[in-house]
């Protein structure tokens, strides 16, 4: 009963007294034998990468809050057949501005920059990844096997404040990919 995890059973005999099973008017007991059960687990192997975004001058969030999109992308590899559906979300590792947005904060720290976030768009960037939705994997086959199945996105930086509050430094942020299998 309840939830079955991934793994293995060790083969067992259960044991069944039963009235009902009568061997010349004496109850008897049944022996069933249960071989090794494997339960696995459908589940991808997930990859992201370093992005590394291109120096930007500060007089480059004069006109604009978004300078400089950089296309990156999560893979999903080997997913099995046989699910529904497979979906993800993302989630900055470090405060989030607005989540509609896609944006959150730069880390914070010895020599990051100030008035700069990040922003995360979707592969043709023109609309935020909403960090409190969940988007489907859009080429998961539930019938065949699925070698490589890309996520592609967009970051860029964000101004979070007036121009005149930004501040040289580094840039930096981490986002976390949580995949649902339905």
Do not use: H, W
């Not at 009963?1 to 007294?17: D, R």
């Amino acid at each position: 009963m309840g939830k079955i995890s991934a793994g293995s059973t060790s083969a067992f005999t259960p044991v069944q007294a039963d009235p009902n099973y009568d061997v010349g008017g004496i109850a008897s007991t049944k022996y069933f034998t249960v071989n090794p059960v494997t339960f696995n687990t459908l589940s991808c192997l997930a990859e992201g990468m370093n992005v590394t975004l291109p120096s930007v001058q500060k007089s480059e969030f004069n006109s604009s809050i978004t300078p400089r999109v950089t296309p990156f992308q999560f893979t999903l590899r080997n997913c099995p057949a046989g699910m529904d559906s497979v979906t993800y979300q993302v989630t900055p590792m470090s405060p989030i501005i607005t989540s509609a947005d896609g944006t959150f904060a730069n880390n914070t720290g010895t020599g990051m920059a100030l008035g700069v976030g990040l922003r995360i768009t979707d592969s043709a960037n023109t609309a935020a990844v909403d960090f409190a939705t969940t988007y489907p994997v859009a080429d998961y086959s539930p019938t065949s096997g699925n070698s490589a199945l890309p996520i592609p996105m967009n970051v860029s930086y964000f101004r979070t404040d007036t121009a005149d509050a930004v501040t040289p430094g580094r840039v930096q942020g981490a986002l976390q990919l949580t995949v649902f299998y339905n």
